[in-house]
């Protein structure tokens, strides 16, 4: 493929990135977006951006929003671009799902689990209505919604974590048992995908893919090209601490949390290769950030990546080199755009030779 190098223009290239940011600010009236604003009161799209950048940096989220002027995959790619600048420092130990400070907790498998449903904030169960007081709402009822729901808050202590629903499972046998044997998760930012890939590969991949694709393929398998047909046993939103070792005594020190959402599912029976009895099979989902249809599409698809690693794939849903390469939503978008830049040369050779055809087949005629 040639492409030819662009001269000038430099003025005309200048003028455009002026004319983003007026269309940014054409309205005087209106004051502009704080980062706060957009972390709150554009929770599931800083979410979104979070996770698909692969840094968490809730400030630096909300910037790439206002730049991008609302492009989930431009905010996105300012993220991960950001990321590539900065040097590791250190690497935290496993962290257990089971300490993650709640604001979310439901199981579709059972009704009554241990510590109880926790609904927190979802709009799963409201009709999807416009509400038009929204339309003009003051700074005054805007304030007072957080006021009026904090003074209505039961005043008894609950429990900052809770248990794991699989737990109950795996002590009557009807999950596999947890196997410990550590190694080192493969590091999608430093090393290059090579197939046949780790679990670990293709769920550090997943984490930070684009929630669109990864929506798409699960869905495929969801509607018959698979045989998943998942329960979510847990599904959790909340603020996970984060531990590293002190770098002097090398003792575990907590340094913050980061907002996540993990979804454990079962789906279809297997054989328990160490004790040779059927068991459910699991797919895991995690991910930065408030995304709870991510995370489940992730769960999905990690349980159907390891029934085609095992077995073979039957669907593209299971096939790790179809999945892993197709869902990274920036390397789609950077491919997609790049139609957008010159390509002078290879046209003209496509024009060439169209010619030359046509006029070969008059002379045949």
């Not at 430093?190 to 669109?212: D, H, K, N, Q, Y």
């Amino acid at each position: 493929m040639g492409y030819i190098a662009i001269k000038g223009g430099e003025t005309a290239i200048e003028e455009a990135i002026k004319l983003l940011d007026y269309l940014r600010t054409r309205n005087s009236t209106e004051s502009p977006l704080s980062l706060e604003t957009i972390r709150h009161q554009l929770h599931f799209l800083h979410s979104r951006v979070l996770s698909e950048g692969g840094l968490y940096h809730p400030d630096l989220a909300s910037l790439a929003i206002k730049q991008s002027a609302g492009d989930t995959l431009e905010a996105a790619f300012y993220l991960r671009a950001y990321r590539s600048t900065r040097p590791r420092l250190g690497e935290t130990p496993l962290h257990n799902g089971k300490s993650m400070r709640l604001i979310r907790r439901i199981s579709a498998a059972f009704k009554d689990i241990p510590g109880g449903q926790m609904l927190g904030p979802t709009s799963d169960y409201l009709q999807r209505l416009f509400r038009f007081e929204l339309l003009d709402e003051s700074p005054e009822q805007f304030r007072k919604i957080a006021k009026t729901w904090l003074k209505e808050t039961p005043e008894e202590i609950l429990p900052t974590t809770f248990p794991k629903v699989l737990d109950s499972l795996r002590q009557e046998g009807l999950l596999p048992p947890i196997i410990e044997c550590y190694q080192p998760p493969f590091d999608i930012t430093r090393e290059p995908l090579i197939f046949p890939v780790s679990r670990s590969a293709a769920l550090a991949t997943m984490a930070r893919a684009e929630t669109g694709s990864i929506l798409s393929i699960a869905y495929s398998n969801m509607r018959g090209y698979g045989d998943i047909h998942p329960t979510v046993a847990e599904l959790r939103v909340g603020y996970l601490p984060v531990q590293l070792p002190h770098p002097i005594t090398g003792e575990l020190i907590e340094i913050g949390e980061v907002l996540m959402t993990e979804c454990e599912v079962i789906a279809m029976y297997e054989l328990d290769e160490n004790k040779g009895k059927p068991t459910f099979g699991l797919g895991y989902g995690a991910c930065f950030g408030h995304n709870e249809v991510k995370a489940i599409a992730m769960a999905i698809l990690d349980r159907a990546l390891q029934k085609g690693i095992k077995q073979g794939p039957s669907n593209p849903s299971e096939d790790p080199e179809f999945v892993l390469l197709h869902i990274d939503g920036i390397e789609s978008m950077g491919f997609a755009s790049h139609y957008k830049m010159p390509h002078y040369v290879t046209f003209q050779s496509d024009l060439d030779r169209l010619r030359t055809t046509q006029n070969n087949y008059k002379n045949e005629k």
